[in-house]
């Protein structure tokens, strides 16, 4: 760029795209407007999906939900591609330290064999519910409709198969012969009685049509109950078995929970606040799958685990505006 | 002793307790009800471990990497903006070239990362899943990075500014979006073959290196630079081009001919679609890289042959009608530019006749075809242009069914003659450019019937009636005498000389 140039002479003849412009004034836009409003395909599309006939290659009604303007939901990370890895590379960096600092300190040969009996029959099979809500995310931003939902939720199942490979890596580094006890836990995740509950409820999600009521299932309502609990009292258990050095492999799960909640309840905020329909839908399968969720997850977390979670959903639903008698019910 | 054992896992093992092992065998709900697409196309799968994963990525090296590539990248976007790039570039007819990738070729990488998203969802393999998964957010990457850097350029020049309504709408960008959709609405395994193999291993090079060297040769550096950032994105997504081919090849036997089937469709779907790339390299670059023929020779006929040599153990056989294409490298440009001459009040971007010294360009690259083909026809034109009667054909051509191009192109054995197919299915005529096309509606009529035809919509008074104007004006959103026309006199030109006085 070795020109020189008066720009002062150089005008612009348009401050932005015509969508975005007819969206967001014509005024320069944000790369996040830019990169992710009214650039789907809309209309005119030639051929129906063989795996689908009832519907087009992108079409609303994938959910029962409707929506005057399906971007009327806008992350409130304002996450496109590049600033949603920009974001992560950032996390990973924090993790990757934390992994090192436990791997250097030896930190895994301190652990009780409480602690480490409690990593893995609570926290280790998680990675499998962790690929399933990492396909139910994948699969929701196939199927929802317009690009802000959609790379949302990319992005989120993403970040849940990132979940599933630190959950593994926790493993390998507690392990004396690295494999064992992640086969130990996925025995569990197989047979054990206590774990079949949340095994059923994530192969039941795999096969909700809606993507909407699928986010609900497992976004909304199954991590609203299970990570506050593994943010606060596992922490708090494992801390009183001599593993409180557990905590600084399983921080970033806090971080990313805290951070997804944030486009979870915008979304759902957004789509309650539509129309009295979706608020009535949007509570029916709340309650359905909350009753079903607090019924898989009880032999896991406990009954005061399940209670402090609900409290804290109940909360949250508040603030979205939807129902908490479906919640509130249990505690 | 315990860091010290979990670091000896080879990287294979350790990738594979990342990701296989994070699989299980589901007994509460059927396999078939959790992947309910993966057996309709008739692929037999006997067993999903076999896949060989193509490159072994986990995410916090995939954000790594990503992240250092976009850092790289926006540094020089916003270089560009604040200097204004823009004026480097080597002539403003450059910018055509530009207009055409971001309405033809972005959406593309939008429909990509959708697709991936479906299939990285519905393999019942997981291995597969996940490399789809991968490939997913990169083309969503490729989309919003190019959206970002022709955002600058956006703001200084027509044509772009309404890309995604154009792509759904405007007549020659139907020849992009239904070959995508026709992938995206397939089943997993052709959506693979079409896009994975067909489009990014046998023939990325022949979209990706045009449009990048083309930016390079014609001071283009925002181009240029996501070309080049995306780049190891591409080399991950023709790996496992390669590998779901070699994968459903030798799972079953019967896969084969369904295979063979998508190859042929495949490669002669790619092959018209590019007929816009080799135009755009022959006649919208002002500083060429190398011609459209040339290109084809390299990239299709050598590397692309090759490649066919080597799936030969498993009986499959070079794509069908593959000699023609190699028949028409000498032609496809030429008529293509022809045809969006005639219809420049109807294009997104400016046309032209090519300049004295770039018609001696051509005459040397296509020694057999352009002098005695298509250098009168150009210098007709040029001649009733500067008498001021510029030509614009106000009749609408008929398009082919499948590849949606006007038919216009001549046939294989005799370039003086249009080529053109038809059949008739359940009392309907359906026209085509050419046996491969006919070919294909043959294979799939019921879906092919459903093809959004922009012609025939605009006939049936679905773009807005019958006043062409208002066709183009209001319902393509094309701005007449700013985005369309002659390029000689346009207001492009006339800027851009008034730009540069302030340089
Ligand atoms: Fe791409
Ligand atoms: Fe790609
Ligand atoms: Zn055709």
Same mark, same amino acid.
């Given at each position: 760029m070795s020109v020189e140039i008066k720009t002062t002479s150089i005008e612009p003849i348009r401050q932005t795209y015509g969508h975005t412009q007819r969206r967001f004034g014509d005024k320069p836009a944000t790369r996040y407007q830019e990169a992710s409003f009214d650039i789907q395909s809309t209309t005119n599309f030639h051929y129906r999906p063989l795996y689908d006939h009832q519907f087009e290659l992108y079409d609303p009604d994938h959910t029962a939900l409707k929506m005057c303007d399906w971007y009327a939901f806008s992350d409130p990370r304002q996450f496109y591609y590049g600033a949603w890895v920009a974001n992560r590379d950032a996390m990973q960096k924090n993790a990757e330290n934390s992994f090192s600092f436990f791997e250097k300190r030896n930190l895994g040969s301190r652990l009780s064999d409480e602690a480490k009996q409690l990593v893995i029959k609570t926290l280790l099979p998680l990675r499998h519910m962790e690929m399933g809500a990492n396909m139910n995310n994948v699969g929701i931003a196939g199927d929802a409709y317009g690009t802000t939902i959609s790379q949302a939720h990319m992005f989120h199942g993403m970040d849940r198969l990132a979940t599933a490979q630190y959950l593994s890596r926790i493993g390998l580094l507690i392990d004396d012969t690295p494999g064992v006890v992640l086969a130990e836990a996925k025995q569990l995740w197989m047979e054990d009685p206590a774990w079949q509950g949340v095994r059923r409820y994530v192969e039941d999600s795999f096969v909700i049509k809606d993507w909407a009521e699928l986010s609900v299932a497992q976004n909304l309502?199954?991590?609203g109950l299970l990570y506050p609990y593994l943010n606060d009292h596992l922490e708090a258990e494992l801390d009183e078995l001599g593993g409180g050095d557990i905590a600084i492999l399983t921080d970033f799960m806090g971080d990313w929970f805290k951070d997804g909640t944030r486009f979870i309840d915008a979304l759902f905020k957004t789509l309650a606040a539509e129309s009295e329909a979706n608020r009535e839908q949007l509570n029916r399968w709340i309650q359905?799958?909350?009753e079903r969720a607090v019924e898989a997850l009880e032999p896991i977390v406990g009954k005061a685990g399940i209670a402090s979670s609900q409290a804290l959903l109940a909360k949250r639903l508040t603030k979205l505006g939807l129902d908490t008698d479906a919640v509130a019910s249990h505690y | 002793m315990n860091a010290k054992t979990s670091k000896r896992l080879n990287m294979k093992d350790r990738y594979r307790i990342m990701t296989r092992d994070l699989a299980w065998e589901p007994s509460y709900q059927r396999h078939e009800d959790i992947f309910p697409q993966e057996d309709f196309e008739g692929i037999k799968i006997v067993d999903w471990s076999q896949w060989e994963? =193509?490159?072994?990525?986990?995410?916090?090296?995939?954000?790594k990497f990503q992240a250092e590539k976009e850092r790289k990248l926006y540094a020089i976007f916003d270089a560009?903006?604040?200097?204004?790039?823009?004026?480097?570039?080597?002539? =403003?007819?450059?910018?055509?070239?530009v207009k055409l990738f971001i309405t033809a070729v972005t959406p593309l990488e939008y429909n990509a990362y959708k697709g991936y998203a479906r299939v990285g969802r519905q393999f019942g393999g997981v291995g597969a899943r996940i490399a789809c998964q991968m490939q997913s957010i990169d083309e969503l990457r490729h989309t919003q990075t190019q959206i970002h850097a022709m955002s600058h350029y956006n703001k200084y020049f027509g044509g772009m500014h309404d890309f995604p309504h154009m792509f759904d709408r405007v007549w020659?960008?139907?020849?992009?979006?239904?070959?995508?959709e026709d992938a995206s609405t397939a089943g997993p395994f052709e959506f693979l073959t079409a896009i994975s193999f067909s489009f990014e291993y046998v023939l990325t090079n022949l979209l990706f290196l045009p449009f990048m060297s083309g930016a390079a040769y014609n001071g283009d550096m925002n181009t240029v630079t996501f070309g080049f950032s995306a780049q190891s994105d591409e080399a991950r997504h023709m790996t496992l081009g390669l590998e779901i081919i070699k994968f459903i090849l030798e799972q079953h036997e019967d896969n084969v001919p369904i295979v063979q089937k998508w190859l042929d469709k495949w490669l002669w779907r790619g092959y018209r679609l590019l007929s816009i790339v080799g135009m755009m390299m022959d006649y919208m670059l002002p500083n060429k890289v190398m011609s459209w023929a040339e290109a084809w020779e390299m990239y299709y006929e050598e590397a692309?042959?090759?490649?066919?040599?080597?799936?030969?153990?498993?009986?499959?056989r070079p794509p069908k009608f593959a000699e023609q294409t190699v028949i028409g490298k000498n032609h496809v440009s030429h008529q293509t530019w022809f045809v969006f001459y005639q219809y420049g009040h109807a294009t997104a971007f400016n046309?032209?006749? =090519?300049?004295?010294?770039?018609?001696?360009?051509?005459s040397e690259k296509y020694p057999d075809t352009f002098d005695r083909l298509y250098r009168p026809r150009f210098e007709l034109l040029a001649e009733k242009a500067a008498k001021g009667e510029r030509f614009y054909n106000n009749t609408l051509p008929q398009l082919c069914q499948i590849c949606q191009i006007p038919l216009a192109i001549t046939e294989p054995d005799d370039d003086t003659m249009i080529s053109h197919r038809d059949t008739v299915h359940e009392g309907e005529r359906y026209h085509f450019c050419s046996d491969g096309c006919r070919d294909i509606f043959h294979n799939e009529p019921e879906k092919y019937v459903?093809?959004?035809? =922009?012609?025939?919509q605009i006939l049936q008074g679905n773009c807005g009636g019958a006043d062409m104007e208002k066709v183009i004006g209001d319902y393509y959103r094309i701005e007449m005498g700013e985005d369309n026309l002659e390029f000689e006199g346009s207001p492009e030109q006339r800027r851009w000389k008034q730009w540069k006085q302030a340089v």
């Open positions: 309502v199954f991590d359905h799958w909350h | 994963d =193509p490159f072994r990525l986990t995410m916090d090296n995939y954000w560009v903006s604040q200097n204004n790039g823009q004026m480097n570039v080597s002539d =403003p007819r450059y910018l055509n070239a020659y960008l139907s020849v992009p979006k239904s070959f995508f692309g042959g090759a490649l066919f040599k080597e799936l030969e153990r498993y009986g499959i046309t032209w006749i =090519p300049t004295a010294k770039e018609m001696d360009w051509l459903q093809a959004w035809l =922009p012609v025939h």
